[in-house]
Structures are given as structure tokens and as C-alpha cells.
């Protein structure tokens, strides 16, 4: 099982602030994915990732996949009490395809 | 369009009880799966049916029974459950096993009492 550490666990920050959240692993990935999950409902897809190197912006959010593909981040500029949720990164692996999971971080923002 | 489907929303039921969820996608997509979420953990894998042949059983008990009826539908039969399986069971779907992308539906609140 490739293993993927997500840091940090719990993060609460005000209103227009930013926040970053890691996704670490020291296996590589073919893809990674970011959902957003809120309580009682199923992850949401934010992004897929594929490329190492690669940047991807959606709006407010920017997801970086590392040249190695073996780490990623997710960064939010200005957040907003809407962001508030659980993000997961899932991470494929190259041969079987199934994914591993990150631990979450529980994001607060207070307005 | 990119949804998944999951009914029922909530399910309670008794450890003699036998109820099933089902899954639906119209995305043409090939491989579906069946993840289980505690509260405040990731999902975790339980089957994977690809060209509606299960490919992929996580040594799941046999309580829990998946079957694909055709490549759109899912289902999980759940027979002499345990309250430690009270979680969330999430249903996703992929195009295929070999690309990576998986769109998840909005879950089964499932007790078991």
C-alpha cells in the first residue's frame, strides 16, 4: 500500500486569509485527485492532477503536482466560509490504479 | 455530467435484517466501486467491478454481497450486519480501472443497531 501523508490535519483560519494543504508520499503517482467532502455527503472532485510539475488554478484554488509525482498541494487565496469542508488527495497507483487516500484535513474558515 | 447516484440517503436497520443499496452512473463509465467511510477517516476501498466482473475484493466479510446487474448499476446486499458496520458507503464510478478519475456519489448513511 503506498502510503500518503496529508498535513495538516485540522486547519481554522479567518475569512480572507490563505491556507495550503500537502499531500506527501515517497512512492510515485500516475494521477493525483482533490475532493471535497462535506459532512454526510460523498467526496467532491476538485481536481485530477496527471503531470508532474503541473499546475492547475480553479478560481481561488491552485493544485501543484510535484516534478517527481510524488507529492502535491492544494492553496487557497482569500478563503471564504463556502471552503469550509474536508479536503482529501488521492493519489493512483501506477500499476493497479487504486487509490490511496490521504488522511483529510478538516478546513475551518470563520467569517 | 458527471453524477453518481445512491439510494437510500439513510438506512437503519437490525442485525437480522437484510436491505440492499444500490448505485447508478450514466456516464458510460466501465468500473464502479463500493468504498466504506467512518466518521473523520478516508474511504476505504471494499470492491471494484470492472466490465461488470468483480475484479477487486478487498477481503470484505461475506455479509456484505456486491453485484452489478449491468454496467450502470450497482448494488451492495447487506445480510446479518454488525453495528460496528454502521458508516457512510459511498459508491464511485471510473471510466475504466486503468484511468484514474473517480466521481463519487452522496453516500448511504447506514446504522446498524
Known amino acids: 500500500t503506498q502510503l500518503l501523508e496529508q498535513s495538516p490535519q485540522f486547519l481554522s483560519i479567518q475569512e480572507g486569509e490563505n491556507l495550503t494543504v500537502y499531500c506527501n508520499s515517497s512512492s510515485v503517482f500516475s494521477s493525483l485527485q482533490w475532493y471535497r467532502q462535506e459532512p454526510g455527503e460523498g467526496p467532491v472532485l476538485l481536481v485530477t492532477?496527471?503531470?508532474?510539475?503541473e499546475v492547475k488554478k480553479l478560481k481561488r484554488l491552485t493544485f501543484q503536482f510535484g516534478d517527481a509525482r510524488k507529492d502535491s498541494s492544494l492553496h487557497i487565496t482569500a478563503a471564504q466560509p463556502g471552503d469550509t469542508g474536508l479536503y482529501l488527495c488521492a493519489g493512483a497507483h501506477p500499476i493497479d490504479y487504486k487509490l490511496s487516500f490521504g488522511a483529510g484535513t478538516t478546513v475551518t474558515v470563520r467569517a | 455530467d458527471t453524477e453518481v447516484t445512491q439510494t437510500p440517503k439513510h438506512l437503519v436497520m437490525g442485525m437480522t435484517n437484510k436491505k440492499s443499496l444500490k448505485c447508478e452512473q450514466h456516464?458510460?463509465?466501465?468500473?464502479m466501486y463500493w468504498y466504506k467511510q467512518k466518521a473523520k477517516k478516508p474511504p476505504e476501498l471494499m470492491f471494484v467491478?470492472?466490465?461488470?466482473?468483480?475484479?477487486i475484493n478487498e477481503s470484505v466479510p461475506s455479509r456484505f454481497s456486491p453485484e452489478c446487474p449491468n454496467s450502470s448499476l450497482l448494488n451492495l446486499h447487506l445480510h446479518a450486519l454488525q453495528p460496528e458496520d454502521s458508516a457512510l458507503y459511498l459508491c464511485a464510478s471510473s471510466q475504466g480501472t486503468n484511468t484514474d478519475t473517480q466521481y463519487f456519489g452522496p453516500g448511504t448513511r447506514l446504522t446498524v443497531l
Open positions: 492532477v496527471v503531470t508532474g510539475g
Open positions: 456516464m458510460g463509465h466501465r468500473a
Open positions: 467491478y470492472s466490465y461488470e466482473k468483480l475484479s
